[in-house]
């Protein structure tokens, strides 16, 4: 993270700098073309008044508003002799300013890149303590919320089940995936890269996802409906695979109102693998992308009548880039919402 960080200082100081740079060169060879230009007129200009200038007779009367007199009485091999050194002193300036300002540039990145190192440390720690916070929040909540849930269904066992001991389990089964989701996250943001890689035989594991899943989707009314193409693999890690599945189908379910409909399609085109799981009915509303932004909600009231959180989603993100694919969200109709992933294919 910390590399992440100083590469982004030193390409933002750096591109400041160089942009910098640019302007003061080009300032300096224009001002210095405007001083050897002018050089190069009074040079002809004394050339013209010298004795030994071979200057011969004009054969009419100067012309007040045309070309300066050096030009119409000069011959024209003195003049372009003349012009000629000039030209070359432009292009010696221009090499020796072009040398100078890459020197500076080369000093200002070795600069930038040793003050990087102190600049980003105190941001870098902040945000390693932030994601320790997250990590160790996370397990140490997963205890009490079991016990919680422990002594809730005790309790129903000795007095019966009520309205208030459902809510309580309701409010600590949605308290652990949302747990569960932030040490996604957070474990995603810690790592400094991804997993040994192996290959995943996504189809498998779709299926048994769909399995685990199509008897709460029955429960709520929803049909559940599955196409997938056999032997489909990807190079990746299984757990995050199932991870990711897991998310775009509890998604699903609890944002599918009764009696919808939820469809997983998995194929290969090419050398990229494609997931698609539509859902729906469900109520729509902003833009499809924000989906993903962290603690986003598309219920503008924030009610908690399906359960989530607004995070499951920017973990199926953080999952899916880690293996350099690609998600996204878009609308169909007026009341369906298809999530496309697209991950490099395995072997």
């Known amino acids: 993270m910390k590399k992440t960080l100083q590469r982004t200082f030193v390409r933002t100081a750096m591109g400041a700098v160089t942009l910098l740079l640019l302007v003061l060169l080009v300032v300096i060879n224009l001002v210095n073309w405007h001083q050897v230009d002018r050089q190069t007129d009074r040079m002809l200009q004394t050339v013209l008044v010298s004795e030994s200038a071979p200057v011969p007779v004009p054969p009419a009367p100067m012309d007040p508003h045309g070309p300066p007199v050096w030009r119409q009485v000069l011959p024209p091999e003195v003049q372009a002799d003349i012009q000629d050194e000039a030209r070359h002193r432009i292009l010696s300036m221009l090499g020796l300013s072009t040398v100078g300002v890459g020197l500076c540039w080369l000093g200002m990145l070795a600069l930038v890149v ?112 599955e196409d997938l193409q056999p032997g489909v693999l990807v190079r990746s890690d299984r757990t995050h695979m199932a991870q990711l599945l897991s998310i775009l189908l509890d998604n699903g379910v609890k944002y599918t109102e009764s009696e919808g409909r939820i469809g997983v399609a998995l194929g290969q085109q090419g050398d990229q693998v494609i997931l698609r799981v539509e859902n729906g009915p469900a109520m729509l509303t902003g833009d499809p992308s924000r989906l993903f932004e962290r603690f986003y909600r598309g219920d503008p009231a924030r009610t908690q009548k399906t359960g989530g959180s607004g995070i499951g989603l920017s973990a199926a993100q953080a999952i899916v880039e880690t293996w350099q694919g690609t998600i996204r969200a878009e609308t169909k109709g007026e009341d369906r919402v298809v999530f496309t992933v697209t991950l490099p294919a395995g072997s």
């Open 114 to 225: 040793v003050l990087s190192r102190r600049a980003i440390e105190p941001v870098a720690e902040s945000i390693v303590r932030q994601k320790e916070f997250v990590t160790n929040a996370g397990h140490e909540l997963k205890t009490p919320l079991a016990i919680i849930r422990a002594n809730t269904e005790a309790m129903e066992l000795r007095q019966g089940e009520s309205k208030w001991s459902r809510n309580i389990k309701e409010q600590t089964v949605r308290l652990g995936g949302l747990m569960e989701n932030l040490l996604v996250l957070a474990r995603m943001d810690e790592a400094a890269g991804p997993p040994p890689a192996e290959p995943v035989d996504l189809t498998t594991l779709a299926e048994e996802t769909v399995r685990s899943f199509r008897e709460g989707a029955a429960l709520r009314g929803i049909l559940l409906e």
